[in-house]
């Protein structure tokens, strides 16, 4: 198996497994998946690439470390004291407490935060790396066209004969809407749009080639 099949796979068995799992909101599907993307884009850098598709790359990238690096200046004591979080000052002066203050409120990145940023870029990468090849953007956006139809055909038997349940679970929030397998219905809407938007392309250019 080349390591361009290596990568597209990984990548739609990401795409397909990720929305299962009550959306992987937790931090460790959050960590499965990005190292399973961070594999596949490690995969797609044998891909060739075109002078313009790698401008787009490294400006993403540029993107990524820039974000990066605000995040990581927020967090350090004493980078720019007149943006310093008031809270600091406020804890040390009721309550005695010796911590150095930094522009953030937080001393330290959210492991969660930090595991979204993480999963944005690889799967941008990967897909990136897939979407130079037609045929495996094809095959990829193939396979995001009908589990998202399976999961909607899902949401709607479940919401029919299982109101009250969240896959294996009960449902504890947001009964009465249709939710498929997450457990917000403003995730699940997003979802079941970005399926609607790639049925409604296909739609529209198999009505382009008649």
């Given amino acids: 198996m080349t390591f361009g099949s290596i990568q597209l796979w990984t990548t739609i068995v ?25 594999m596949s884009s490690l995969c ?8 313009g598709q790698s401008r787009i790359l490294f400006a993403f990238l ?14 350090v004591p004493h980078v720019i004291d007149q943006l310093n979080d008031p809270s600091w000052r406020r804890a040390k002066d ?10 953030s409120s937080r001393a330290e990145i959210p492991p969660l935060a930090a595991g979204h940023f993480l999963l944005f870029a690889t799967s941008f990468i990967s897909g990136f790396f897939i979407g130079t090849s037609r045929r495996n953007s094809d095959r990829l ?15 709607l038997a479940a919401f029919i004969l ?3 349940m969240l896959l294996w679970t009960n449902k504890v929030a947001y009964r009465g809407y249709l939710t498929a397998s997450f457990v917000n219905h403003n995730t699940a809407a997003t979802f079941v749009g970005a ?7 296909l739609a529209f250019s198999s009505a382009q080639s008649i």
């Fill in 14 to 38: 990401v795409l397909v497994l990720a929305p299962l799992f009550f959306g992987s909101v937790d931090l460790f599907w959050i960590a499965v998946w990005t190292i399973l993307l961070s």
């Fill in 44 to 51: 797609g850098v044998a891909a060739p690439m075109g002078i």
């Fill in 62 to 75: 540029a993107l990524c470390g820039i974000y990066a690096l605000v995040a990581i200046l927020q967090i």
């Fill in 94 to 103: 009721l309550l005695g407490l010796d911590a150095l203050p930094r522009i």
């Fill in 141 to 155: 956006i193939w396979f995001a066209q009908y589990s998202i139809l399976l999961y909607v055909i899902y949401g």
């Fill in 162 to 164: 299982a109101p009250d």
């Fill in 195 to 201: 399926g609607a938007i790639l049925w409604f392309c």
